[in-house]
């Protein structure tokens, strides 16, 4: 697949795996719940989705509720836009060491549920990350019949490594130094 090409929907994830990766058809009645599968069990916060949750008025000490779909905190940032550190979280609510402030909590978010047997639904999950999911169709197709087999086995390692990947490739761009020189 050219690094340039990014799978946007069900479809064309499936469409990939059928023609490059199987040569075997995948409906998309197979699809859709294998996406979700694949979001919800194998990649969550590797789905690397997030969203942002924005505190007012924080008091020190107050437990405050996160979001149905939170898995964990990614950053949170005060006011200033500052990233902030004094925090405590459980799967439930956040704490703050200091009130009086405002709040934003990045965090990494559960990937929706994709329900439009059409295959039309975009995959919930960052682009890069998209480009791994037919390499899971392709594990799950062969895991029908073969679950055993060394193939099947193969395929989920292609998967994996293809997840590694794509996260490797974000975090290199989260942390690039640019050096700016000057011409004079």
């Not at 950053?75 to 402030?101: L, M, P, R, T």
């Not at 392709?138 to 998967?159: L, N």
Request: charged share 20%.
């Amino acid at each position: 697949m050219p690094s340039y090409q990014y799978l946007t929907t069900v479809a064309d994830a499936a469409n990939y795996a059928s023609t490059q990766l199987i040569k075997k058809t995948i409906p998309l009645t197979d699809a859709v719940p294998w996406t979700n599968d694949c979001m919800q069990t194998e990649l969550l916060d590797d789905a690397c989705l997030f969203n942002n949750l924005v505190i007012n008025n924080a008091q020190y000490n107050i437990g405050y509720a996160l979001p149905a779909d939170f898995i964990r905190v990614y950053k949170v940032y005060d006011s200033n836009g500052d990233d902030f550190s004094d925090y405590e979280c459980d799967s439930a609510n956040i704490w703050f060491d200091y009130g009086a402030s405002v709040y934003t909590v990045r965090y990494y978010q559960i990937p929706p549920i994709v329900s439009n047997m059409s295959g039309t639904d975009n995959l919930p999950c960052h682009p890069l990350i998209a480009n791994a999911v037919p390499y899971y169709y392709a594990y799950r197709f062969s895991s029908v019949d073969y679950p055993t087999d060394k193939d099947t086995s193969q395929r989920y390692g292609e998967f994996k490594m293809k997840v590694a990947f794509a996260l490797d490739r974000m975090q290199k761009r989260m942390n690039r130094n640019i050096q700016v020189s000057s011409f004079r």
